[in-house]
């Protein structure tokens, strides 16, 4: 079973940028479809961005569309979320995903069996 673990969350200034790193271990990430959600208070937890398991096909939330970039790199077993033009209204715990269903639904967060343990994310106008 896979394990994740994200880093690099922190503050940041509106327009600036951040780069979130989920590390996998226990199982290659290319097994799984890898995915981003976050949090922020008083919210329920929404999707972000996805690259699917077969192909490496991305997709996005239209709230991130053209801001941010989701990757992977097999031979570091990792996935990353490049965040540009960052606002107030990315503030949230940002959380890495691991899921094996064969499914169209994956911006639903129960396609989801293992996740980390979140990072947190402020930007500050």
């Known amino acids: 079973q896979v394990q994740l673990a994200e880093s690099g969350g922190g503050l940041a200034q509106a327009g600036g940028s951040l780069r979130l790193s989920c590390a996998a271990s226990g199982n290659t990430i290319r097994a799984y479809n890898m995915a981003w959600f976050r949090q922020a208070p008083g919210n329920e937890r929404e999707f972000v961005a996805v690259?699917?398991?077969?192909?490496?096909?991305?997709n996005y939330a239209d709230s991130v569309k053209g801001r941010f970039t989701i990757s992977r790199d097999s031979a570091k077993n990792a996935v990353y979320l490049q965040m540009n033009s960052l606002a107030p209204e990315d503030t949230a715990v940002y959380y890495c995903a691991a899921g094996q269903q064969i499914t169209s639904a994956l911006r639903e967060s129960g396609m989801y069996h293992t996740w980390g343990q979140g990072t947190q994310v402020t930007v500050t106008s």
């Open positions: 690259i699917r398991r077969s192909g490496g096909i991305t």
